[in-house]
Nanobody
Framework: QVQLVESGGGLVQAGESLRLSCAAS????????IGWYRQAPGKQRELVAI???????NYADSMKGRFTISRDYAKNTVYLQMNSLTPEDTAVYYC?????????WGQGTLVTVSS
């Protein structure tokens, strides 16, 4: 099985940057895609960015140009670099991985952006 552990969340001011990390362990060779979702208070969970098989990436439109997802295969870690943060980016950020027949989620890390 695959386990995901996020880190790097915290409180920042608008305009600042933050980098989230997601460390994957277990059967990491089975990961088909890996990335980030977020859930703001009172809202549904939404895709932030994802790396698919072959290395292609997809971003939610509102994150394009501000967020960058990357993967260190040697460290089994996925990063989310977030720049120009706004209060609307406040949410719990979840690491996500798709393995055959199963979605795997981390426990989430809270990002709070103050105005």
């Amino acid at each position: 099985q695959v386990q995901l552990v996020e880190s790097g969340g915290g409180l920042v001011q608008a305009g600042e940057s933050l980098r989230l990390s997601c460390a994957a362990s277990g059967s990491t060779a089975r990961i088909l895609s890996i990335g980030w979702y977020r859930q703001a208070p009172g809202k549904q969970r939404e895709l932030v960015a994802i790396i698919r098989g072959g290395g292609s990436t997809n971003y939610a439109d509102s994150m394009k140009g501000r967020f960058t997802i990357s993967r260190d295969y040697a460290k089994n870690t996925v990063y989310l670099q977030m720049n120009s943060l706004t209060p609307e980016d406040t949410a719990v950020y979840y690491c996500y991985a798709r393995v055959p027949f199963l979605d795997v989620w981390g426990q989430g890390t809270l990002v709070t952006v103050s105005s």
